[in-house]
């Protein structure tokens, strides 16, 4: 019989059988002539293990028994583990699951590790999860452990080790990995599970990647299944996670007929998010595969809604919410609502103001900001209006950079540095590097005209500084290391301001050119930090940091307000 007519008859046999559902691709039709077939009772012993055994450990779900979502079980967890070779074992040894953020992903890596680990009938399995970093590995070893710990049934047959991170079943275990130390080395692996692909970007990651890939040899039918959502930047084609992406979609389109992977893609197509399309339910829908069970259409929307407010937030919201590949490193601030805060900032002499301090490494800009929080500007009882309830904050902007990065840009054509110089905006200080003796004295001169609460600094390198505004000027020295945790509040507090038009910087030419420099880094938790564009070395954005420094401590403190300005003057 000719392979066509092979085809035609085996297809109308699973068709009897009930199970030609699952033959969706050029992949599945391969595997059929070559003698695989589908077993409904080995997928169903999969649910089934999650609705008698698992239970879920958090939110509305609590202690309820773990029942696949219908894309879980009809996508995944069917076709994963119902279809067989011709001697019984399993036919797909790879699965790649590309789902966007709250579709219940954590959960079901979990559900499938205990399953390989329990379920399964591996004598002596050893079963991994990995993840990209220790904290990550945390999340995911977490998830499982509540859901023993949930369940009288695994509680009683399972033991979980937290110092290990291990949770031992009998003769086997499952242990959790992180990518720094995720070797297959002397390991002999049955089932692998490993979260969030897109972030498995560093040299050592891709190593430690082709490493446990290749970590099951001896194995009768091992099982990897990767589980992410989308990346940064689909054209980044040496990134792992493109890699298995394009390898999954070629399966799906027919491109391919690798019958030892399985591929599930929930995605929004870039026709979905053209224009107002990302605001589309339809599109929402499409993206996300619990819309409905999980996912909340109306929290969607208001989602989407909130998105448009900032590039920042929309990016965020293509790429988690609709699993677009989008770069999550965009604009900070927009030039329009930036240039609407250009009112003139109030000082006045003995007010009271916090400042952020970054000094430079060599011929950087070394930039102070210093930042006062007016007294309950306009805040009215019963005024709800939009911004009503925050208070305006007025910048004051010193900067300092050395004669010869001047005079090297003066060669090469650029003369902005000492136009800002003769404006006033810019002291240049001789020599090839600035001298921390000079901006500590104009911090002195700075603390006899205002009251400086707080200055945060960098500590790198600035031990000096910081004893001397400490012991010689009695101002309070704040800490703040340059990273997500320091910079994620003032961040999204001095955009908040910007946008209500609350940030008086009186247009200062330096600043408005390093706000408009600065790109805010987003993590998948919303976390952000500034960045400088990726092209560009004479991009500085010294003064940004300054001023989210400013405002992260100006932030902490409610001014105080005179009693003159309350009850008004009494007269005797």
């Not at 958090?58 to 028994?65: L, V």
């Not at 591996?122 to 995911?140: F, L, N, P, S, T």
């Not at 399309?277 to 929402?284: E, L, S, Y």
């Not at 405002?551 to 003159?564: D, E, Q």
Request: contains cysteine; proline residues 4%; hydrophobic residues 35%.
């Amino acid at each position: 019989m000719a392979a066509s007519g092979k085809l035609l008859q085996l297809k109308a046999d699973a068709k009897a059988a009930g199970w030609s559902d699952y033959i969706r691709t050029a992949a599945d039709e391969r595997a059929l002539l070559e003698g695989c077939t589908f077993d409904l009772a080995r997928a169903q012993r999969v649910s089934r293990f999650g609705e008698s055994f698992v239970r879920h450990s958090t939110g509305r779900w609590e202690k309820q028994p773990f029942t696949l979502l219908p894309f879980q079980k009809s996508e995944i967890v069917f076709p994963m583990f119902g279809w067989v070779r011709p001697d019984g074992r399993r036919r797909f040894r790879f699965g790649f699951v590309y789902v966007a953020k709250k579709n219940g992903k954590s959960a079901l890596c979990s559900l499938l590790t205990l399953y390989l680990l329990a379920g399964d009938n591996e004598a002596r399995a050893e079963v991994y999860a990995a993840a990209v970093d220790r904290k990550q590995a945390d999340i995911v070893f977490g998830e499982s452990a509540r859901m023993v710990r949930s369940s009288p049934s695994l509680s009683a047959r399972m033991r979980v080790i937290d110092t290990t991170k291990t949770i031992i079943y009998k003769n086997s275990v499952y242990r959790a990995l992180s990518g720094d130390n995720a070797t297959s080395e002397g390991k002999n692996i049955h089932g692998l599970v490993l979260d969030e692909l897109h972030v498995w970007t560093t040299p050592t990651a891709r190593k430690q990647y082709a490493s446990l890939y290749y970590g099951s040899a001896l194995r009768e039918q091992p099982l990897s299944i990767v589980i992410t959502t989308a990346g940064e930047d689909i054209y980044e084609e040496d990134a792992l996670w493109v890699e298995e992406y394009q390898h999954a979609k070629a399966i799906l389109t027919g491109d391919s007929t690798d019958t030892r992977r399985l591929a599930y893609i929930a995605e929004a197509s870039a026709e979905d998010v053209a224009g107002e399309g990302w605001k589309d339910p339809a599109v929402h829908a499409k993206a996300n595969p619990s819309y409905g069970d999980i996912i909340d259409p109306e929290e969607m929307t208001a989602s989407a809604e909130e998105a448009e407010s900032s590039p920042r937030k929309k990016a965020m919201f293509l790429r988690y919410r609709l699993n677009r590949p989008t770069r999550l490193t965009v604009r900070w601030i927009a030039d329009e609502a930036w240039s609407a805060c250009d009112a003139a900032p109030v000082f006045e002499p003995g007010c009271e103001c916090f400042g952020g301090l970054d000094l430079s490494a060599t011929d950087d800009f070394t930039a102070l900001a210093l930042v006062r929080r007016e007294q309950e500007d306009g805040l009215l009882e019963g005024d709800d209006s939009p911004g009503s309830s925050e208070n305006r904050y007025h910048v004051k902007m010193h900067f300092w950079v050395p004669e010869d990065k001047v005079v090297s840009l003066e060669k090469d054509g650029k003369h902005s540095y000492r136009t800002w110089q003769q404006q006033g905006l810019l002291e240049v200080i001789p020599g090839p590097v600035i001298e921390r003796g000079f901006v500590r004295r104009r911090i002195a001169e700075l603390s006899e005209s205002y009251k400086i609460k707080e200055l945060a600094y960098d500590p790198w390198n600035a031990d000096e500084t910081r004893q001397y505004c400490e012991d010689e000027l009695g101002v309070t020295m704040v800490e703040c290391r340059q990273g997500l945790k320091s910079f994620t509040e003032p961040m999204k507090k001095v955009e908040v301001l910007a946008r209500l038009g609350k940030l008086n910087h009186g247009g200062n030419r330096i600043l408005s050119w390093m706000i408009g420099n600065t790109k805010a880094k987003t993590d998948e938790s919303g976390n952000i930090r500034p960045v400088k564009p990726e092209h560009g070395r004479e991009a500085k954005i010294d003064g940004s940091v300054a001023l989210i420094m400013a405002v992260g401590r100006a932030m902490l403190h409610k001014p105080k307000v005179s009693v003159y300005e309350t009850r008004g003057m009494r007269t005797l």
